[in-house]
């Protein structure tokens, strides 16, 4: 059965990580701008694999979520929760986890026993049906496309705003609309590495992405004590990458591991993305 299971999952995996399989060369305009990147819907299957060989079952994992809360990134969440049945919610605009150490906390203490959990983070970025790379078409609007992520071109603005001489803003002392005065903080210190870049729009997500990255495993360091037992924390890091209704969602994978609940890295997973 488990070789039947792998065989189905290569050929999954197959047809769904060659851009030519359905009808898309290599440089499309998603694979272009992120190259790595992999279908949503074959990105579950291969979490679940992989996941599978390194101790992992279904009935005993808790899916933790860290993603922007723009309703285009629901795709790979219901992929996901739709193998492991329940999903907590970290996440909040931008996908920055603003639920903090107290949230993953919580969340652990709802693995069943002798369980793992899954954590799932990053930013996103839409790429629109003309290619454009940081808009995306929404669902029944037809007056062209719109930023995405509004969040993330927000605190974009901010920062060019600050170079070109404005006071940056202090932490937020009312909760109003503190969390896109978080998101513009914590984007500061990359506004250089973003308007120094070839193509801006692309290295917004990959400069949120590093700084989500960095907070989400301070989170996890300080709240790994909380997994009970030998309880494992699998971490999946990267963009997702939003598209018209209608095509294929994509994911930029950029950190997959495994860390016992001690917070030490026990096994990189990346190198499962490498298919010959």
Sequence with gaps: IYENFQRSHQSIMNMFCNPTAFGLSEDSNVTKAFPGAVKSSALAAHIKATLSKNGYSDDKTLVATSLCCDEVNRELEKDITDMYNFNFSMGGLAGFAFGG?????????????????????????????????????RRGRYGGSGACCGSAAAAAGYCKSVQAGAAPIGAPTEALDAQQSFVQIMLLPQADRIS????????????????????????????????GGNGQIAMLGGIQINTPIGTHEYFLPKVFEIRDNKGNKVVDLMESFNYA
């Design 196 to 227: 120094n870049s070839s193509n801006p729009d692309v290295e917004l997500p990959l400069s949120l992405f590093d700084v989500q990255d960095e907070f989400m495993k301070k989170i996890v360091s300080k709240g790994c004590g909380e997994v």
């Design 101 to 137: 150490v107290t949230s993953f906390g919580a969340m652990a203490h709802h693995i069943p026993d002798n369980g793992n959990c899954l954590v799932v983070y990053g930013p996103h970025v839409g790429v629109d049906k003309d290619g454009a790379v940081g808009k995306v078409n």
